[in-house]
C-alpha cells in the first residue's frame, strides 16, 4: 500500500513538472524568438 502512495506522489510531481515546464516554455520562447530576430539582423 505504501508502494501505490510513493507511486501515486511520484506520478502527480511528474506532471506537475511536466505542466509547469509547458508554461515556463511557452513564456519564454517569444523571448527567445525576438532575441534571435534581433541579433540575426545585426
Same mark, same amino acid.
Given at each position: 500500500?505504501?508502494?501505490?502512495?510513493?507511486?501515486?506522489? #511520484?506520478?502527480?510531481?511528474? @506532471?506537475?513538472? /511536466?505542466?509547469?515546464?509547458? &508554461? #515556463?516554455?511557452?513564456?519564454? @520562447?517569444?523571448? /527567445?524568438?525576438?532575441?534571435? &530576430?534581433?541579433?540575426?539582423?545585426?
Amino acid at each position: 500500500m505504501i508502494r501505490d502512495v510513493l507511486w501515486a506522489i #511520484v506520478t502527480v510531481c511528474f @506532471l506537475a513538472a /511536466v505542466f509547469f515546464a509547458g &508554461l #515556463v516554455a511557452l513564456w519564454v @520562447l517569444p523571448f /527567445v524568438l525576438l532575441f534571435m &530576430l534581433l541579433t540575426r539582423r545585426y
